[in-house]
């Protein structure tokens, strides 16, 4: 076996439960934009990409379908992986980090799927930034059919907007440090819908930290009948008691204000959600598989 010594720009955690049917295509999302797995030092596989590596994380809930099959068939692309009962998905995501050796973290849901090129362009911005510890790009959403949705560019984050509790980030496109990710404890496991909208108002509010946003689109967002979050928008579910409890929280320990619609369309902004209008208009509609290398 040849080990290696390499920098670990980019943890991906992909938290699992009974998704065994979306599994791979997480997995390949990721796999697909490095090249072949090496071994570290320590034994753990990486995958080599630009002048360092990305390690590949999986954790999974105990499923009781194929997941732990598809998991073993991608053992060797995969630098630590469990299958145990946990607390739920923010459980999962805080185990994954502990496991993790890379410079920024993210995490992926089994469902949904990173865009290609996404880990280079982190990793360019990341040299490009050397000390950033926050970044967030942009995201897209695709229907159960994978036909475009909605694309949705990350914005420049300005601290008018931030200080009423408007922070634009999107769960797999925000990629942070392991230190601000210790600083506010983890992410929080009493949460099971907004805990990625709690974790940005902590390192805003509570760690003083401004991301810097990404050109272009960083993962893609499942919209099925399954989906958690967006699943009951989508098909018009009734909204779970807890995530009403989780929300009630979030405005009550945090600045929470709606922003003016027509103050947004003539602020600084101007340019990124014109963007993601004329990028939602010319793929909505479309499948992925045939647009994907068309995005930025």
Same mark, same amino acid.
């Given at each position: 076996?040849? /080990?290696? +010594?390499?920098?670990?720009?980019?943890?991906?955690? $992909?938290?699992?439960?009974?998704?065994?049917?979306?599994?791979?295509?997480?997995?390949? =999302?990721?796999?697909?934009?490095?090249?072949?797995?090496? @071994?570290?030092?320590?034994? %753990?596989?990486?995958?080599?990409? =630009?002048?360092?590596?990305?390690?590949? $994380?999986?954790?999974? #809930?105990?499923?009781?379908?194929?997941?732990? &099959?598809?998991?073993?068939?991608?053992? %060797?692309?995969?630098?630590?992986?469990?299958?145990?009962?946990?607390?739920?998905?923010?459980?999962?995501?805080?185990?994954?980090?502990?496991?993790?050796?890379?410079?920024?973290?993210?995490?992926?849901?089994?469902?949904?799927?990173?865009?290609?090129?996404?880990?280079?362009?982190?990793?360019?911005?990341?040299?490009?930034?050397?000390?950033?510890?926050?970044? *967030?790009? #942009?995201?897209?959403?695709?229907?159960?059919?994978?036909?475009?949705? +909605?694309? /949705?560019?990350? %914005?420049?984050?300005?601290?008018?907007?931030?200080?009423?509790?408007?922070?634009?980030?999107?769960?797999?496109?925000?990629? @942070?440090?392991?230190?601000?990710?210790?600083?506010?404890?983890?992410?929080?496991? !009493? @949460?099971?819908?907004?805990?990625?909208?709690?974790?940005?108002?902590?390192?805003?509010?509570?760690?003083?930290?401004?991301?810097?946003?990404?050109?272009?689109?960083?993962?893609? *967002?499942?919209?099925?009948?399954?989906?958690?979050?967006?699943?009951?928008?989508?098909?018009? +579910?009734?909204?779970?008691?807890?995530?009403?409890?989780?929300?009630? @929280?979030?405005?009550?320990?945090?600045?929470?204000?709606? $922003?003016?619609?027509?103050?947004?369309?003539?602020?600084? !902004?101007?340019?990124?959600?014109?963007?993601?209008?004329?990028? /939602?208009?010319?793929?909505?509609? &479309? +499948?992925?598989?045939?647009?994907?290398?068309?995005?930025?």
């Amino acid at each position: 076996m040849r /080990t290696v +010594k390499m920098k670990i720009y980019l943890s991906i955690v $992909i938290a699992n439960y009974n998704y065994g049917r979306f599994l791979s295509t997480a997995l390949d =999302s990721v796999i697909s934009q490095c090249e072949e797995p090496v @071994f570290r030092e320590d034994g %753990r596989a990486v995958l080599p990409v =630009s002048d360092g590596a990305v390690e590949l $994380i999986v954790v999974d #809930g105990a499923s009781t379908d194929n997941s732990v &099959e598809v998991i073993h068939r991608y053992s %060797r692309y995969i630098s630590w992986w469990v299958s145990e009962k946990d607390k739920g998905q923010s459980d999962a995501f805080n185990k994954g980090f502990a496991h993790a050796k890379g410079m920024l973290l993210t995490w992926l849901n089994a469902d949904d799927f990173m865009v290609p090129r996404s880990v280079e362009k982190v990793i360019k911005c990341m040299q490009q930034y050397p000390g950033v510890e926050w970044f *967030a790009g #942009g995201s897209l959403s695709v229907n159960d059919k994978l036909e475009v949705i +909605k694309c /949705t560019e990350a %914005r420049p984050m300005h601290r008018s907007r931030a200080n009423k509790g408007n922070c634009n980030v999107y769960a797999a496109s925000s990629f @942070f440090s392991k230190r601000l990710l210790s600083a506010v404890g983890g992410v929080n496991i !009493d @949460f099971h819908y907004h805990m990625d909208t709690l974790l940005w108002l902590q390192f805003y509010f509570d760690l003083k930290q401004m991301y810097i946003n990404l050109p272009g689109y960083y993962f893609v *967002a499942r919209i099925h009948p399954d989906a958690k979050v967006n699943g009951v928008w989508e098909y018009n +579910k009734p909204i779970p008691p807890r995530s009403i409890e989780e929300r009630r @929280f979030i405005v009550t320990h945090y600045p929470s204000e709606r $922003i003016n619609k027509w103050r947004q369309i003539f602020s600084r !902004d101007i340019l990124y959600l014109c963007r993601s209008f004329f990028d /939602t208009c010319r793929f909505r509609g &479309e +499948k992925y598989e045939r647009i994907k290398s068309l995005l930025r």
